[in-house]
């Protein structure tokens, strides 16, 4: 529910591409290992990383993605960290609505896979499955019909075995 990308103070320019693709998803930044000489690096990567997010949207509605800095070695950060967290799920902020929308749409999409997963499995336990299945895959080989077309006769004489 809540998407945590922990991030490095010195990870350079040459990851910026994949950064970007994954910071997009984030709900909270947080910039670990900002302690001794990679303090300073961690605000400059706190900087750039606020700049970039002003050109993306918030993967949760109504929620601004914070930027953190700590380090988890010396315990830096960690206590805000905590605070934020507990406060992305409190029922009480103005984003709360946007979390049970999106743990709606995970339990449909989970859904529709095990539906997916137990329907393979039952067509599999059918007597005639793999007899006609490797009939099918003889007439693709041999150019007599496409794919998607032998999926469906495969399906339709299963389901009148």
Request: aromatic letters at 6%.
């Amino acid at each position: 529910d809540l998407f945590l990308l922990l991030m490095l103070p010195n990870a350079g320019d040459e990851v910026q591409g994949i950064k970007r693709g994954i910071m997009e998803l984030a709900d909270i930044l947080f910039i670990n290992k900002a302690d001794g000489q990679l303090s300073q690096f961690a605000e400059i990567a706190k900087g750039q990383i606020l700049s970039a997010l002003t050109l993306m949207h918030s993967p949760t509605k109504s929620w601004n993605v914070p930027v953190l800095t700590g380090s988890g070695m010396e315990g830096l950060g960690m206590n805000e960290l905590i605070s934020l967290c507990n406060h992305f799920f409190d029922p009480k902020a103005e984003h709360h609505d946007s979390l049970l929308e999106r743990r709606k749409m995970q339990a449909e999409e989970w859904f529709e896979l095990a539906l997916r997963r137990e329907l393979v499995i039952w067509a599999e336990q059918q007597t005639s499955w793999q007899s006609e299945k490797e009939r099918m895959l003889a007439d693709i080989h041999q150019k007599n019909i496409v794919p998607s077309t032998a999926a469906r006769h495969l399906i339709a004489h299963v389901c009148k075995a």
